[in-house]
């Protein structure tokens, strides 16, 4: 049901990943003479990289400054990578389902039509629970469902009649077929309280 | 929001006018007619029960919320309706919108320019309480 964030890690990782490996090349070439072969300017392996004095390349104000930026912006994109780990749901904003905004908008919250979904999915034989969550736009919709149902439950019967009823009806309600659907199912031991429900016909045995 | 709405009907002569006097509409009018007629259609309904619209719930006997800004004999309607499940919204919509601002022209006089709809809810026709009937 939550996203995490699996895109912007590969992303970060891939870019440490190429950044470390230039670096890791960098040092191997100067340990093993190859690049001061290449280039004089490039002091000799085993002599000290910096020759001038590191107190008075560090010592102005500005240079004092210059350091305290950069480590605040690397701390601050370090915290936002962190923050960006937590799962969050990222629903849909509110479906716009006009044709023409000049005669009049209409909305309708993503979470209507979860409730709607969820009611009709809680009547499903052997459903305990469920929840519904829709993202994308209502011309391309995602739905992602989590599913309790008890022991007893056919989850064959369960897919194919969400396939058959419950996916089709968002369809319809939507006009538009669903872009990605999910389905999450939990097997519980608690009874189905409102599952199928026995419509009576009025005959009464005594 | 007591403004004063629109002038019905056709106005045919300034000087007959004051003699004849004036119909004034308030905007409530409007607002009850526009819920009146989205209640009317089979697939809407509103909310009913609660307190201070706490507690209310979805019911298709009930009159949807609508209101309404009035600008001179221009309206822009605003409804908030819960919708039979499952319809094509679009459509189901589109029809809604097109009645109310027929019908509240036609009773009023008042030409509705927009009619913004806010779905609320959405409910299947055989609302079931999902309990075991005792027979």
């Known amino acids: 049901m939550r996203q995490h964030a699996g895109a912007l890690n590969r992303t970060w990782l891939a870019i440490l990943g190429v950044l470390a490996l230039a670096g890791g090349v960098l040092i191997l070439l100067i340990a093993s003479g190859t690049l001061q072969t290449m280039s004089s300017a490039i002091a000799p392996a085993g002599s000290p990289v910096l020759t001038m004095d590191l107190h008075a390349a560090f010592g102005p104000a500005y240079a004092t400054a210059i350091v305290l930026v950069a480590g605040l912006i690397i701390g601050g994109l370090g915290l936002w990578w962190i923050l960006a780990q937590i799962p969050r749901k990222n629903p849909a904003g509110k479906y716009r389902l006009h044709r023409d905004p000049a005669s009049g908008t209409t909305l309708c919250d993503p979470s209507v039509l979860a409730s709607a979904v969820e009611h009709q999915v809680n009547t499903l034989p052997g459903v305990v629970g469920s929840s519904a969550l829709l993202r994308g736009s209502a011309t391309e919709p995602d739905l992602t469902m989590k599913i309790t149902v008890n022991n007893r439950a056919d989850i064959q019967d369960l897919l194919h009649r969400i396939n058959t009823g419950v996916l089709p009806d968002l369809s319809t309600a939507l006009e538009t077929p669903m872009r990605r659907t999910g389905i999450q199912i939990e097997v519980s031991s608690r009874n189905a309280n409102s599952g199928t429900t026995v419509e009576s016909t009025g005959t009464v045995i005594y | ?135």
């Not at chain 2, 003699?19 to 089979?42: F, M, N, P």
């Open chain 2, 1 to 135: 929001m007591n403004a004063p709405a629109a002038h019905a009907g056709s106005l045919p002569d300034a000087g007959d006018l004051d003699s004849r006097g004036r119909t004034v509409l308030d905007q409530k009018v409007v607002e009850k007619i526009a819920s009146q007629v989205a209640g009317e259609e089979s697939f809407a309904g509103g909310a009913s029960g609660g307190f201070l619209g706490i507690g209310a719930h979805a019911d298709f006997a009930a009159r949807p919320q609508a209101s309404v800004e009035l600008a001179g004999n221009i309206a822009a309607l605003r409804v908030e309706v819960g919708l039979l499940y499952p319809v094509p919204l679009r459509q189901a919509t589109e029809q809604l919108r097109r009645r109310i601002s027929e019908r509240v022209t036609a009773l009023t006089g008042v030409q509705v320019r927009q009619v913004d709809i806010t779905v609320s809810w959405l409910k299947p026709a055989a609302e079931s309480t999902g309990r075991r009937r005792l027979l």
